[in-house]
């Protein structure tokens, strides 16, 4: 079975800080994803990366940057979190384009 | 452009009931894939079906079935028998040959409520 594994569920941060949500699937997945999810808005893209040291924009990538060192792993960072911020982030991994998509569970991250 | 409508923000039905959720989509692309996921209250969205637009045949699963209408750009989705384990936010998607990169557009989902 794919594994996409996120580091945390639960994320309580100040505003101002700098975050690192971090994603790694286990499946040799070429194309990762970081979405967004707020009530009422659906899934957001924020950022994907079709392979190693490689990222494209998605529809929301204000505030956010991320990194791709290894294959397995996608970072999220937030350089400067604030309070808009607060939402559900999901990463994703598919194995080409067009292929299915494997989410992880999630973090809830709240900006205080 | 890519855009998909799940017209319903939320349905409730009682345990047994049949319910179907509405998806509607646009595309310019000839060749596109739609996608049904299903995400529970824990968070983690589960992969349902994909289909591709040169294959308009109903698919159907245990419970779930999906209608694809490309004459109306729709892919419902129908629980047979709803239970209360099927209460979950259901998303559609849709990747055209268009999409940079093989990304997905999402549909703002269903929040469907099954009681018991």
């Known amino acids: 079975d794919v594994k996409v594994t996120q580091s945390s569920r639960y994320l309580v941060k100040r505003t101002g800080e700098k975050v690192f949500l971090e994603c790694v699937q286990d499946?040799?997945?070429?194309?990762m994803f970081w979405y967004r999810q707020d009530p009422g808005l659906g899934l957001r893209l924020i950022y994907f990366?079709?392979?190693?040291?490689?990222?494209e924009k998605g529809d929301i990538p204000e505030g956010y940057s991320v990194s791709r060192e290894k294959k397995e792993r996608f970072s999220l960072i937030l350089e400067s979190a604030s309070t808009n911020q607060t939402s559900m982030y999901l990463c994703?991994?598919?194995?080409?384009?067009?292929?299915?998509?494997?989410f992880g569970a999630g973090t809830r991250l709240s900006v205080l | 452009a890519q855009k998909v409508t799940q017209a319903q923000t939320e349905i409730s039905v009682v345990e047994k009931e049949d319910v179907t959720l509405d998806c509607v989509y646009e595309?310019?692309?000839?060749?596109?894939?739609l996608f049904w996921y299903k995400q529970p209250p824990s968070g983690e969205l589960v992969f349902l079906i994909r289909r591709n637009s040169f294959d308009e045949q109903n698919e159907i699963s245990g419970r779930y079935s999906w209608n694809f209408q490309k004459s109306t750009s729709s892919f419902n989705f129908t629980i047979t028998a709803s239970q209360v384990v099927d209460s979950a936010v259901y998303f559609c998607a849709l990747r055209s040959r268009g999409s940079t990169l093989g990304r997905l557009y999402f549909g703002r989902g269903t929040q469907l409520t099954v009681w018991p």
């Open positions: 990366s079709y392979d190693v040291k490689m990222k």
């Open positions: 994703a991994s598919s194995r080409d384009r067009g292929n299915i998509q494997y």
């Open positions: 595309t310019r692309d000839t060749t596109y894939y």
């Open positions: 499946m040799d997945h070429e194309n």
